[in-house]
């Protein structure tokens, strides 16, 4: 399994990105994609996640209402849309795919397979 992740970027406070995850080498669908971040000093935790069963979405409160993740099954492509950010918004994004069922989907340890990472800077 590979993920492959992209759309980071500088941008301003107030400004949008649209972040990318590839998926690939799958030999069965997975349960859940989410999104993490880790900021310089700071933890990874976790930003977003939506399960593959229903397509339900799952959005930290410090994001909430300002990000959406959507995905494309056709592409095995999650999307995270991230509107209104932040300064306190930049570090560097994850994504992750869980390939069993998931019961917190904000925990690191419930993710089997991680992508590269890919850095969002919010600055003026």
């Known amino acids: 399994v590979q993920l492959q992740a992209s759309g980071g970027g500088l941008v301003q406070p107030g400004g949008s990105l649209r972040l990318s995850c590839a998926a690939s080498?799958?030999?069965?669908?997975?349960?859940?994609m989410g999104w993490f971040r880790q900021a310089p000093g700071k933890e990874r935790e976790g930003v977003s996640s939506?399960?593959?069963?229903?397509?339900?979405?799952y959005y930290a409160d410090s994001v909430k209402g300002r990000f959406t993740i959507s995905r494309d099954r056709a592409k095995n492509t999650v999307y995270l849309q991230m509107d209104s950010l932040k300064p306190e918004d930049t570090a560097v994004y994850y994504c992750?795919?869980?390939?069993?069922?998931?019961?917190?989907?904000?925990?690191?340890?419930?993710?089997?397979?991680w992508g590269q990472g890919t850095q969002v800077t919010v600055s003026s």
């Open positions: 080498g799958f030999t069965s669908d997975y349960y859940a």
């Open positions: 939506i399960m593959s069963s229903d397509d339900n979405t």
């Open positions: 992750a795919t869980a390939l069993h069922l998931v019961y917190a989907w904000y925990a690191l340890y419930e993710y089997d397979y």
